[in-house]
């Protein structure tokens, strides 16, 4: 059976059953979309399609949570951050679009298992503050957005430092990843890997992203910031390893 040409085998569930998980993470935390969608996709789809699959699902779903993000963003700490994103994209589709999809998928894969374990570990940055800090911080989230889909870390260890509460730094990723999506989405369309079916999976799976979003946003305020932070990491570390390509021959 297909639905707009995209066949709904077991491959599509699976990638659908974690795109949900995503988008109640990412509602309640601000983040890992990217963390958990994007190794899943990877190993079902590849790479290159998971990459636009993530850019369409995290687009229009995103504009309810945005208007109450504007609300508390701080522009003079997000704008250098995206303008060092925009900066390093074009690298970042480049290493994308010439790795060969198990390199892709263990670069994937390691740059998760570093992020969790400092987010983990509790470490956020504590030097400098001043733009061109911003910009660098930005321009590693536009590299690692860009080719492999995990454009968060970078910020939300910047962020967290500053210990302005989950409220600041959920404002400023929403904000932050709703204008490098414009961005991510100029360089991949240039680059020629949008394509029909990839764009036309992530449109069938938005909703799925929406309603996620709906409940975890709903979620947040239910419990402290170090609790959906244990759960966030938790679900994307599991999503990691679940998709090691080492652990392709185990799987059906």
């Known amino acids: ?10 491959s599509f569930f699976v990638l659908m059953a974690a795109v949900a998980v995503a988008g109640i993470v990412r509602g309640f935390s601000g983040f890992g979309t990217g963390m958990i969608v994007g190794p899943v996709g990877a190993m079902t789809f590849g790479p290159k399609v998971a990459i636009v699959i ?14 109450g993000a504007l609300k ?5 700490e997000l704008a250098p951050v995206a303008a060092g994103y925009a900066l390093l994209v074009p690298l970042g589709i480049w290493f994308l679009k010439t790795g060969d999809t198990d390199t892709l998928r263990w670069f994937m894969s390691a740059v998760i298992f570093v992020a969790v374990a400092v987010l983990w570990s509790g470490w956020y940055y504590h030097g400098p503050r001043n733009v061109p800090v911003r ?8 590299f690692l957005g860009s080719a492999a889909g995990i454009a968060g870390p970078p ?17 400023n990723l929403i904000i932050f990843f709703a204008i490098t999506s414009i961005f991510s989405a100029t360089g991949l369309f ?20 929406l309603a996620g979003l709906t409940i ?22 599991s999503a990691a390893i679940l998709t090691l390509p080492a652990l392709d021959g185990l799987r059906p």
């Open 1 to 10: 059976m297909t639905v707009l040409g995209i066949p709904l085998d077991a």
């Open 54 to 67: 993530l850019l369409v699902i995290d687009s229009l779903p995103m504009i309810p949570l945005i208007v």
């Open 72 to 76: 508390k963003v701080k522009l003079r």
């Open 135 to 142: 910009l660098a911080v930005g321009g590693v989230s536009g």
């Open 155 to 171: 910020v939300i260890l910047y962020w967290m430092a500053l210990r302005t509460g989950a409220g600041f730094v959920r404002a």
């Open 190 to 209: 240039f680059a020629g890997l949008v394509t029909t079916q990839a764009v036309t999976q992530g449109a069938l799976y938005a909703p799925v992203y």
């Open 216 to 237: 975890g946003a709903r979620l947040f305020g239910f419990s402290s910031e170090a609790t959906y932070k244990r759960i966030a990491l938790t679900i994307v570390l």
